[in-house]
């Protein structure tokens, strides 16, 4: 069973539209959670990250967690085909041990001009 | 965010030869750095954790002696890797975690390639 499980995609929306981004894991001692987008060829970038229950808004960007339910999510506002990415959902905590991270297999976003 | 460094960006190099990668961060001090390889279209592999002034810890099935790691400062850590192989093959990335902190911000990684 994966530990963090994304949706592979790819997830297609048209431009200037909402992308919901979805990310589940299953142990419940993880305590911190991130966003990375992508670009192909090129690293990981930190776009958000969340350590508590609730909802946490960066600009275009709302990261949203749900720890009885175990999911976290992304929400972006306004979608622009620059955001056309891959999106890693990463989280670290008592699953991986102290500060490792455990990667989901990531989602890949097209923004559609 | 944090900024993270990796040189060289790009290496070609002969199999059997040693190539070594050094990864820094320039505006915080790293007292962990991780590395990481990854596949075409796969997600990142965590090779190992480098604290600094300690031994590596290896994840199951990186062979210690082919990837040298070692983190001899608080904004340098360095990856050896030995006897290169083709299968050797991928992008490396490192990143840093300063104290306190549990967010890791990457370098903008290493692309081997052994022939």
């Known amino acids: 069973q994966k530990e963090v499980e994304q949706n592979s995609g790819p997830l297609s929306v048209p431009e200037g539209a909402i992308a919901s981004l979805n990310c589940t894991y299953s142990d419940r001692g993880s305590q911190s959670f991130f966003w990375y987008r992508q670009y192909s060829g090129k690293s990981p970038e930190l776009i958000m990250f969340?350590?508590?229950?609730g909802d946490k808004e960066d600009g275009r960007f709302t990261a949203q967690l749900n720890k009885a339910s175990q999911y976290v999510s992304l929400l972006i506002r306004d979608s622009q085909p620059s955001d056309s990415a891959t999106y890693l959902c990463?989280?670290?905590?008592?699953?991986?041990?102290?500060?490792?991270?455990?990667f989901g297999t990531g989602t890949r976003l097209k923004v559609l001009a | 965010g944090a900024v993270v460094s990796q040189h060289p960006s790009r290496v070609i190099c002969k199999s059997g030869t040693s190539v070594k990668i050094e990864c820094r961060s320039l505006d915080f001090q790293a007292t962990t750095m991780f590395w990481y390889r990854q596949f075409p279209k796969k997600s990142l592999m965590l090779m190992a954790t480098?604290?600094?002034?300690?031994?590596?810890?290896?994840e199951q099935g990186v062979e210690k002696d082919k990837f040298l790691i070692n983190h001899a400062s608080l904004t340098l850590s360095t990856l050896t890797v030995t006897s290169a192989h083709p299968e050797d093959s991928s992008f490396y990335i490192c990143?840093?975690?300063?104290?306190?902190?549990?967010?890791?911000?990457f370098g903008p990684g290493t692309r081997l390639t052994v022939t």
């Open positions: 969340i350590y508590s229950n």
């Open positions: 480098s604290n600094e002034g300690s031994k590596a810890t290896y």
């Open positions: 990143s840093g975690l300063a104290g306190g902190s549990y967010e890791q911000y």
């Open positions: 990463a989280l670290s905590g008592e699953a991986s041990g102290t500060y490792k991270y455990i």
